[in-house]
């Protein structure tokens, strides 16, 4: 099995040019000058956050905690759909109590890897992030996003209320604008998303990758803490 | 005397058109298609906060609490005051202590009434809310208002600080802003109150009520949870 | 030595015209019609937040507790920096761990006057606020500022991380903004200032004064609470 962990322990303090670490089906991981970016790739499932996608963020956030040259994560994704939250066909009735308790568990470990996290963990989105997806984006420490992107707890179309994404919702952001999202199901804009408090920054799509590029290297460029 | 909640719950589950229920004086009430709509229409009082209407909201809104046809309650009012607070003909140092008491208890027993109600309530103004009009607002889970209206917490200019509207305030809305608010008097604007916070939308007044359709449907098109 | 305080108390309730109580070198105190309003005044060090600086303020807040007069205090400054944040000279590794908690003890001591202060304190705000003059705008009740300020957490540059700013700024403004001023140290403009919760109002520069009067006017127009 390729170890993506090995070779990014590998890289030394002063690799200085992208290389590319993994390339699983779900993600695809590049460690570079202190980044490690996260793309999640499973565009066929809406990169829905699967167990196998849920276990591959929670390894590739977990890894390299104790790799002084990791200063930033990058979570990201392929495609439109940044990700539509949990892969509803895991939650099916059939699927059984059993699997879904294992579903939200390692979704609880996910998000708690994000809070434990020793580096800065910076969501990078352009496009729809529902459900535990936007979840996901309020769980990170800073959240970056284009004019496209939107933002939804949907859950409550599925009689599945979306509870555990309310929780970082909550903490972070207007309640008056969430409660509007989580209640109606309805999804709100990246201009909405900002002025609730739910990402840091709004951007034209084709500057994502510079405005992010700016506040990961800012987070870089201080002294070592 | 006319008795609203039995109405009500003979309405049945397939009620397709609003019927009225209520034309008492202090509000008027229509249940349709899952909504619960109360209106006040105090208007020569301001639709102010007295005994008789907040004990009339109270009932209202824990009337139907085990109707499973009630999915969503709106509360909003007649006239270009959606409400001016308590009564302060009621709280006079001649209306005694007891009075006093008597108000601030059932304002805190129609507050809870709103946190503990089983569906979500919201909010739909258009006008000024003021003093505990304004603290009724912040209550509720959500509120879309006119950009027309205006929010203020005056108690302050009668020597009565806004302490009670003072709590879901600052529960729910920037700080800079409520205090700003509640140390001033000074009202803000519909678009001031979605900026901190206060509200979920606002719209211009002739799309007041779609826009609450929108927001309502919403939340009755879920799947029962 | 001269004594602010007394000759503050010797004013009365009916003083109508500002008298000039202080003309040290770090603050310039006037005292009248209920409004305190200190200015710093030491712009070769950029407004630094000196133990001097630090002690000045905290003595110029807490004078006059007692006396009826005081109703609203504002904390403004002169120059183009409201205040550059504690003075780096003062904290470096030569200066001793002795200096450094006394530094830290004494910023407590100050931000905690502010909260324990029984009447409003205003910060007004034209210029650049960073690391503790941050959290010191934070910390007021009320900020209002022009559109010209810039607000940030440059500690990180230093290999201080603004953790002490990031008290009141994480207790008043919205997360998504805050951890970004905080892990990239980069400033953000009046307007995300407003957006985010860290002020009450922006205004044009030539507006400053008369945007801060109506404010304190109102604050001393209401009844004595």
Do not use: W, Y
Not at 33 to 52: A, E, F, H, P, W
Not at 80 to 97: R, Y
Not at 143 to 170: D, H, Q
């Amino acid at each position: 099995m390729f170890k993506t962990g090995e070779l990014i322990r590998g890289l030394g303090v002063n690799a200085k040019n992208f290389k590319k670490l993994s390339t699983l089906s779900l993600t695809d991981v590049q460690f570079c000058d202190g980044v490690k970016k996260i793309t999640m790739v499973d565009q066929k499932s809406r990169n829905s956050l699967s167990l196998g996608m849920m276990q591959n963020l929670l390894d590739n956030i977990n890894r390299d905690m104790d790799n002084k040259d990791l200063r930033v994560i990058i979570i990201t994704a392929q495609g439109p759909i940044f990700s539509a939250g949990h892969n509803l066909k895991e939650l099916t009735p059939e699927a059984g109590k059993g699997q879904h308790e294992k579903v939200f568990q390692l979704a609880t470990q996910l998000m708690c890897s994000i809070i434990e996290c020793p580096v800065p963990v910076v969501a990078q989105v352009d496009g729809l992030a529902a459900a535990a997806g936007c979840q996901l984006v309020a769980q990170c420490d800073i959240a970056i996003c284009t004019e496209n992107s939107k933002f939804s707890t949907p859950g409550s179309n599925f009689g599945i209320f979306c509870s555990t994404p309310g929780i970082p919702l909550a903490r972070k952001g207007l309640k008056a604008t969430i409660l509007h999202m989580l209640l109606t199901g309805l999804p709100i804009t990246a201009s909405e998303a900002k002025a609730s408090g739910l990402v840091s920054k709004v951007c034209a799509p084709e500057n994502l990758e510079s405005e992010v590029k700016t506040t990961t290297s800012a987070i870089i460029s201080r002294a070592d803490l």
